[in-house]
């Protein structure tokens, strides 16, 4: 189930998250090659609410379905770092549906002007592996 949240509340781990946002600004498209080899075309959108903004990296077809001055809802929407900087995404599994309701925007807090550090833990244990640690269990 994903949560109601707001921009300034995105952190490089949020997942499953829905916002309401407002376009402020699409930029052309680049063409980029993924792993596989194969083109798509990608575009960073600044998206806003009132406490904040943030670049949201759309792809191929989604691109077309956002114009500047549209407010929509993200569904499902998830957040990663791109050179060290906040890019909120759909994804394979997240949506994005046109809303009728206002957004006031705030400019003043793009959050993905802040700097974060690449290495972010995917995986912890949860329990304790004392071998790891260099101790022996008796």
């Not at 705030?106 to 993905?112: H, K, L, V």
Request: net charge positive.
């Amino acid at each position: 189930m994903s949560e109601i949240k707001k921009i300034e509340e995105l952190n490089p781990a949020s997942r499953s998250v829905d916002l309401l946002v407002k376009v402020l600004e699409v930029n052309p498209p680049r063409e980029v090659s993924t792993k596989d080899g194969s083109q798509h075309r990608v575009a960073e959108v600044l998206v806003g609410d009132s406490t904040g903004c943030v670049l949201m990296s759309l792809w191929d077809s989604d691109i077309e379905k956002v114009q500047a001055g549209q407010s929509f809802w993200i569904r499902n929407g998830y957040v990663s770092l791109f050179r060290g900087n906040i890019r909120l995404n759909t994804g394979r599994y997240g949506t994005i549906e046109p809303s009728e309701e206002d957004v006031a925007a705030n400019t003043e807090n793009n959050i993905s002007n802040r700097s974060y550090d690449q290495k972010i833990p995917k995986f912890r244990p949860l329990f304790h592996d004392d071998s790891r640690r260099g101790r022996r269990r008796r």
